[in-house]
């Protein structure tokens, strides 16, 4: 009868365990692809600088550059949580 007890409590308590472990790599992988969105964003938008600085449009290229600051700061916050997330992470 104990080792019945046991393993029933083992049965309950393996998946509770392997929970956290699973919602930290689904976070990561969300963080990984939405920095990976943002990259591609921030490439295009440098693109389109140079050709708004080329065709004298300065204002606008001014205007581009302050949201690619913004993004970056938001990029650079995602990164320290992504590596925050992947230190606490079990092993």
Not at 20 to 28: R, V
Not at 37 to 61: G, P
């Amino acid at each position: 009868m104990k080792y019945v007890i046991i393993s029933i409590t083992l049965l309950f308590m393996a998946p509770v365990s392997f929970i956290p472990i699973a919602f930290a790599q689904f976070t990561a992988d969300t963080m990984i692809t939405h920095m990976r969105k943002t990259h591609t964003i921030l490439e295009r938008n440098v693109d389109q600088v140079i050709s708004l600085i080329e065709n004298n449009h300065t204002v606008e290229a001014l205007n581009l550059l302050e949201g690619m600051d913004i993004r970056v700061n938001h990029m650079n916050s995602m990164f320290d949580d992504l590596v925050w997330e992947l230190s606490n992470q079990e092993h």
